[in-house]
């Protein structure tokens, strides 16, 4: 079974541009989750969707970044305009729907955004 | 503010040596409790879970602990091995929730 996977695993892009990074979960995960971790800080929640739903966008630094899950399968995470502060590694992480407080929650390898 | 503090920020030991790694939270209402094993490059990958009513489980040489009522936790490593270099995070949940709050880590080397 594979497991999540993130799309692409680097970016270098110019402050102002605009980057979309890529999520797949794992099969037949509810849960989708965003996280953000900048250089030296811990790694930050920045959103939760149950299926194609938002469930806690609470972490989202502004509105410059929008996540957006298609039918409930893999997820976007659209950076516009990127910003210096916005570099880090951004990961995604799935796991099983349900009210249970123990699923595993399977992280992606990451992406690495660079804004120069 | 609900917080995930861990000590020490780093840690080297010799391979076959001991350690525990620590966990303070203050994160509440409070779910669960998890150990994660991160090297470097690649995501997070889940070492224990463990709910307010639990207070030891193990995985292999891994044995972590929680004391809710202090909010603190540990993780020792037995018998440590080369490929037990990485970072090691400490992530709360709290109840009603599902955000988990992150710590930074404690970056760990183990030297042949």
């Known amino acids: 079974e594979a497991g999540v996977t993130q799309f692409p695993s680097h970016s270098v892009i110019e402050k102002g541009q605009t980057v979309t990074l890529r999520c797949d979960p794992i099969s037949g995960h509810d849960n989708l989750y965003w996280y953000r971790r900048v250089m030296g800080k811990e790694i930050k929640f920045l959103l939760h969707f149950v299926k194609e739903s938002k469930q806690d966008e609470s972490g989202m630094p502004n509105n410059r970044f929008l996540a957006e899950r298609t039918g409930g399968t893999y997820s976007t995470l659209k950076v516009q305009p990127a910003e210096l502060e916005d570099s880090g590694v951004y990961f995604c992480?799935?796991?099983?729907?349900?009210?249970?407080?123990?699923?595993?929650?399977?992280f992606g390898p990451g992406t690495r955004l660079t804004v120069t | 503010k609900n917080q995930v503090e861990q000590s020490p920020q780093s840690l080297i030991i010799l391979e076959g040596k001991n350690c525990t790694l620590q966990c303070n939270y203050t994160v509440s209402p409070f779910s669960n409790l998890r150990w994660y094993k991160q090297d470097t490059g690649r995501g997070p990958v889940s070492l224990t879970i463990?709910?307010?009513?639990?207070n030891t489980k193990s995985n292999g040489r891994y044995t972590a602990t929680l004391d809710a009522d202090t909010k603190q936790s540990s993780l020792h490593i037995t018998a440590s091995q080369l490929s037990d270099s990485a970072s090691y995070i400490c992530v709360v949940r709290g109840s009603g929730t599902y955000k988990y709050i992150f710590g930074t880590g404690t970056r760990l080397k183990v030297l042949a």
């Open positions: 463990m709910t307010f009513s639990e």
């Open positions: 992480a799935s796991s099983q729907g349900g009210r249970g407080d123990t699923y595993e929650q399977y």
